[in-house]
């Protein structure tokens, strides 16, 4: 990440793409839940850009903390250091504050005290939002479990994270959501969680003020990842074969995109301007020129504004 003293005195022209460089050789990053889905692209792209990344997570080999899930965080690792970088998979529970002050040592330690970016990408809810139920008949059980892995892991993370960047003297820290908008998500738990990631980033940035330090969310649009992909009965390279079981896969991104959007704000000498504030992968495309991994630029939020359009027909006239 650029020094705040490189800052341009003027930002750039309207209408023209910014393109920071890319690399980010030598810099220290943490992706908290990195064992697949956005956390892995984000990893794996940040290795492609020179990174050494710590790929936190409760997946490991032979101790998978999903059932039918079989990636790993040393998998994720492997990736990140064929790509250029350097991984580094340990084993973390983000709601378990012990485990993440442990985390935190050990960066201190072996990097000296430079940590640079911070990725928040903790979920593990999939199994406990319960689409389609009303909150006063959702499981208590299940409700409190996904906030307290989705919401207290973020904030129990950010709190001995941050301090090793402001002590540094800058640092980026990023926290993943679904969605920029205040739009219901179509579930209680799940909406309540995302949402208050998009808060945390906001009073986070209101705390890091004076400090050269910038926190703020960020959300991919609807994601191939792994789980989705099996769910389609589809690959990467087969994925178009699902659109007419959903007409709205047709608007969707790799994991890689996310990743690609995480290096630009990394690599973004005005980053501090973004402070508090949440984006979308399909804001940050055409800001900074990058594509998916297939050439392709999707438009999220466009997309799906149109096919909802599309969906309920003309606008008959009173």
């Given at each position: 990440?650029?020094?705040?003293?490189?800052?341009?005195?003027?930002?750039?022209?309207?209408?023209?793409?910014?393109?920071?460089?890319?690399?980010?050789?030598?810099?220290?990053?943490?992706?908290?839940?990195?064992?697949?889905g956005?956390?892995?692209?984000?990893?794996?792209?940040?290795?492609?850009?020179?990174?050494?990344?710590?790929?936190?997570?409760?997946?490991?080999?032979?101790?998978?903390?999903?059932?039918?899930?079989?990636?790993?965080?040393?998998?994720?690792?492997?990736?990140?250091?064929?790509?250029?970088?350097?991984?580094?998979?340990?084993?973390?529970?983000?709601?378990?504050?012990?485990?993440?002050?442990?985390?935190?040592?050990?960066?201190?330690?072996?990097?000296?005290?430079?940590?640079?970016?911070?990725?928040?990408?903790?979920?593990?809810?999939?199994?406990?939002?319960?689409?389609?139920?009303?909150?006063?008949?959702?499981?208590?059980?299940?409700?409190?479990?996904?906030?307290?892995?989705?919401?207290?892991?973020?904030?129990?993370?950010?709190?001995p994270?941050?301090?090793?960047?402001?002590?540094?003297?800058?640092?980026?820290?990023i926290?993943?959501?679904?969605?920029?908008?205040?739009?219901?998500?179509?579930?209680?738990?799940?909406?309540?969680?995302?949402?208050?990631?998009?808060?945390?980033?906001?009073?986070?940035?209101?705390?890091?003020?004076?400090t050269?330090?910038?926190?703020?969310?960020?959300?991919?649009?609807?994601?191939?990842?792994?789980?989705?992909?099996?769910?389609?009965?589809?690959?990467?390279?087969?994925?178009?074969?699902?659109?007419?079981?959903?007409?709205?896969?047709?608007?969707?991104?790799?994991?890689?995109?996310?990743?690609r959007?995480?290096?630009?704000?990394?690599?973004?000498?005005?980053?501090?301007?973004?402070?508090?504030?949440?984006?979308?992968?399909?804001?940050?495309?055409?800001?900074?020129?990058?594509?998916?991994i297939?050439?392709?630029?999707?438009?999220?939020?466009?997309f799906?504004?149109?096919?909802?359009?599309?969906?309920?027909?003309?606008?008959?006239?009173?």
């Amino acid at each position: 990440m650029a020094r705040r003293r490189h800052v341009p005195r003027n930002p750039a022209p309207r209408g023209r793409t910014r393109r920071p460089p890319s690399r980010l050789d030598g810099h220290v990053a943490v992706v908290a839940g990195a064992t697949r889905g956005a956390g892995r692209g984000i990893a794996v792209e940040l290795g492609a850009a020179g990174a050494i990344v710590y790929c936190t997570g409760r997946s490991v080999r032979g101790g998978p903390a999903v059932s039918g899930r079989p990636e790993t965080i040393e998998e994720t690792a492997e990736l990140v250091t064929a790509g250029g970088g350097a991984g580094i998979p340990v084993r973390v529970d983000h709601t378990v504050p012990r485990e993440v002050g442990r985390l935190f040592d050990r960066i201190r330690h072996e990097q000296h005290g430079r940590l640079d970016l911070l990725v928040n990408d903790v979920w593990g809810g999939d199994a406990l939002a319960e689409w389609g139920t009303p909150f006063w008949q959702v499981s208590l059980e299940k409700g409190l479990l996904l906030l307290k892995r989705a919401v207290d892991s973020h904030f129990i993370t950010g709190r001995p994270g941050v301090p090793l960047m402001i002590d540094r003297g800058r640092g980026l820290f990023i926290e993943v959501t679904d969605g920029t908008s205040a739009t219901y998500r179509g579930n209680l738990t799940y909406d309540l969680a995302k949402a208050s990631v998009i808060r945390l980033a906001y009073g986070m940035a209101r705390d890091l003020r004076g400090t050269e330090v910038t926190a703020l969310a960020l959300s991919p649009g609807f994601l191939r990842s792994e789980a989705v992909l099996d769910h389609f009965g589809v690959t990467e390279a087969t994925w178009r074969v699902a659109i007419p079981k959903d007409p709205y896969f047709a608007g969707s991104e790799t994991p890689r995109y996310i990743g690609r959007a995480v290096v630009a704000l990394a690599t973004d000498p005005g980053i501090a301007r973004k402070a508090g504030k949440a984006f979308g992968t399909w804001d940050l495309a055409p800001e900074f020129g990058f594509v998916d991994i297939d050439g392709a630029r999707p438009h999220w939020a466009r997309f799906y504004r149109e096919a909802r359009r599309a969906r309920r027909g003309p606008t008959q006239s009173s």
